[in-house]
């Protein structure tokens, strides 16, 4: 099932995060349009109308799958808790931001720089590929053109 998530901020600039199941767009997207922008902003006055907090994101998504009947990772280690945190840089007003990737295989060839927790760039070609379309199609927080500049293997409480 597809869902509408908004995101409300208020007076103490907490949020509050609103989700709601919807219909799923049919295949081919003849009524994508309908579902995810027309319904999604009618939906969004609706809220407007009876909340006094500010709307701050809105999202809709698609073909999500239900975690009670997803299969579970086979790998032991495929845990949250260990994550590929990626440092990037705003280009244009060099600012510093990071992801963290839950999981990573740490089977990888040439992923992780010995004896360290430090990931290398251009070791792996998963990763490579990765630092490759980063910088091809994410864009920071206020919009800008990224550059990625490092990655490390972080922890639980990281």
């Not at 509050?16 to 939906?43: H, K, L, M, W």
């Not at 845990?79 to 510093?96: A, C, S, V, W």
Request: glycine fraction near 6%; include cysteine; proline fraction near 4%.
């Amino acid at each position: 099932m597809a869902s509408y998530t908004y995101t409300f901020v208020d007076h103490s600039n907490e949020s509050s995060v609103i989700r709601f199941g919807c219909a799923e767009p049919a295949a081919g997207g003849a009524d994508y349009d309908s579902i995810v922008t027309t319904n999604q902003n009618a939906f969004l006055t609706l809220l407007n109308d009876i909340t006094l907090c500010r709307a701050w994101k809105e999202a809709v998504i698609v073909n999500e799958a239900d975690n009670g009947k997803l299969p579970l990772p086979t790998s032991q280690w495929a845990q949250r808790e260990q994550g590929l945190r990626i440092f990037y840089e705003d280009i244009t007003l060099n600012k510093q931001h990071h992801i963290t990737i839950p999981g990573p295989d740490l089977t990888l060839t040439d992923l992780v720089q010995p004896g360290t927790d430090n990931v290398l760039l251009d070791g792996a070609t998963e990763m490579a590929d990765l630092v490759t379309a980063m910088e091809s199609y994410i864009l920071s927080p206020a919009g800008n053109a990224i550059l990625v500049r490092s990655a490390k293997i972080v922890g639980r409480n990281s």
